[in-house]
T-cell receptor
């Protein structure tokens, strides 16, 4: 089974609107961290936001927030007030406490912001 | 802001040749990683390195791969005899290692390797 599932290969959003990128995860480890990365066309991987499995509140970082629904095992990224520079691939990743320090990545969502 | 750097940004090599990809992790970080991303696919873990030894590796990281920290700053990935299927973007990452599952890994800009 896939540890991280991103079901939206591509998404479009109007500039200044909000968009939600979906991520579901699969783990039996009670301790885990969830991460979102942005990959622009230039290729680098930019860390955006982190949510820990024991965090009571949803993480926020500027225009990025994470809609963490633990019972549903989902960790959706919400980007508010989209900008043209947000056009990129977005990857959800997970690290489990008991399976070492590797990150498991999803297949990514390509976001295009339309002017 | 400190960042992970990688050289070269692009490398083209002939099948069967050895390549060395170089990384300079963030200076106070203790854990180092290599990942790869075949074009259009997800990022895959190769290996992690701590205290001058491999701490874990994936099944992709077979005998043709090796890693080394030759000095206090560089971290290298060597592919001994490249194959066509080694063509990918290779990312180096580092973390400070003191937050367990919550520690963020910071990625370099990648080296795009093309094997002909």
């Amino acid at each position: 089974a896939q540890k991280i599932t991103q079901t939206q290969p591509g998404m479009f959003v109007q500039e200044k609107e909000a968009v939600t990128l979906d991520c579901t995860y699969d783990t039996s480890d009670p301790s885990y961290g969830l991460f979102w990365y942005k990959q622009p066309s230039s290729g680098e991987m930019i860390f955006l936001i982190y949510q820990g499995s024991y965090d009571q509140q949803n993480a926020t970082e500027g225009r990025y927030s994470l809609n963490f629904q633990k019972a549903r095992k989902s960790a959706n990224l919400v980007i508010s007030a989209s900008q043209l520079g947000d056009s990129a691939m977005y990857f959800c990743a997970m690290r489990e406490e008991n399976t070492g320090n590797q990150f498991y990545f999803g297949t990514g969502t390509s976001l295009t912001v339309i002017p | 802001e400190p960042e992970v750097t990688q050289t070269p940004s692009h490398q083209v090599t002939q099948m069967g040749q050895e390549v060395i990809l170089r990384c300079v992790p963030i200076s106070n970080h203790l854990y180092f990683y290599w990942y790869r991303q075949i074009l259009g696919q997800k990022v895959e873990f190769l290996v992690s390195f701590y205290n001058n030894e491999i701490s874990e590796k994936s099944e992709i990281f077979d005998d043709q791969f090796s890693v080394e920290r030759p000095d206090g700053s560089n971290f290298t990935l060597k592919i001994r005899s490249t194959k066509l299927e080694d063509s990918a973007m290779y990312f180096c990452a580092s973390s400070d290692g003191d937050r367990g599952f919550g520690e963020t890994q910071y990625f370099g800009p990648g080296t795009r390797l093309l094997v002909l």
